[in-house]
């Protein structure tokens, strides 16, 4: 809470801003995409704010992970000052960097929940399914992060190549278009994107309202699986050496 606190310290209106920001970031998709551009998606003609629902669906989902990664890629040069000065377990940075993300993209899914509400869109007994799937996508950035984040100390140009890719990354996952509008080819070389089959199933869940076919996320969890133990490796040979590279 400490470190959530710390965003809006400065702030007049403080915590607030968390607030308006993803309503916001939700009024003006609504408004652009659902009122004026109203594009379609197949097979949903007739639901009112359909590709809005999809939009922040899949916007929501991968700004916590763009978040979480880029914050990990920095976390043990951001604290370089205290893990000099103080002894203490510092797997605990990449813990505090994940619970105080979690507690903003809380923030946005609540409002994103009323939003679904208001328009009488509520995807019922589905959204349990949300559980597993924002479980698997914080330990695959987990695992991501703390590995790009401890050869960042070592390499710095890891960092800054890290928002270039974040960037591409984006434009390569399905969030502000879908797969079915994509050349056959383009979508056969989507699928090995890691991060499709996760933001699809969380579009699914607020769109179709139903349980997204988990099998499409084996893939990712064995990707998950590996990551986490060559970073929690890693980091273990390289933690005595951090604070002299810092």
């Given at each position: 809470m400490r470190e959530f606190h710390g965003r809006y310290r400065e702030s007049l209106l403080g915590a607030f801003w968390s607030v308006v920001n993803p309503l916001t970031m939700i009024i003006i998709y609504t408004v652009i995409f659902g009122q004026l551009m109203r594009p379609t998606l197949p097979g949903h003609e007739s639901t009112p704010f359909a590709f809005s629902i999809y939009l922040c669906a899949g916007v929501i989902?991968?700004?916590?992970?763009?978040?979480?990664?880029?914050?990990l890629n920095n976390v043990f040069l951001e604290n370089g000052n205290m893990i000099k000065k103080s002894n203490f377990p510092r797997a605990c940075l990449p813990v505090i960097v994940t619970v105080s993300a979690l507690i903003n993209f809380g923030i946005i899914f609540a409002i994103y929940l009323a939003f679904l509400v208001v328009i009488g869109h509520w995807p019922?007994?589905?959204?349990?399914?949300?559980?597993?799937?924002?479980?698997?996508?914080?330990?695959?950035?987990?695992?991501l992060g703390v590995l790009l984040g401890?050869?960042?100390?070592?390499?710095r140009d890891v960092g800054q190549l890290t928002?270039?890719?974040?960037?591409?990354?984006?434009?390569?996952?399905?969030?502000?278009?879908?797969?079915?509008?994509?050349?056959?080819?383009?979508?056969?070389?989507?699928?090995?994107?890691?991060?499709q089959p996760l933001i699809s199933g969380y579009q699914q869940i607020f769109l179709d309202g139903t349980v997204p076919d988990f099998a499409k996320l084996l893939p990712l969890t064995l990707i998950t699986f590996m990551l986490l133990i060559l970073a929690a490796r890693f980091f273990m040979k390289r933690v005595g050496e951090l604070v002299d590279e810092l």
């Open positions: 989902t991968w700004n916590l992970f763009s978040e979480m990664l880029g914050r019922g007994w589905a959204l349990l399914s949300l559980i597993p799937l924002l479980v698997l996508q914080l330990l695959f950035t987990l695992g401890t050869i960042n100390v070592f390499f928002g270039v890719v974040l960037q591409f990354w984006f434009w390569l996952t399905p969030i502000v278009y879908t797969m079915g509008s994509l050349p056959a080819g383009a979508q056969k070389a989507f699928q090995y994107n890691p991060l």
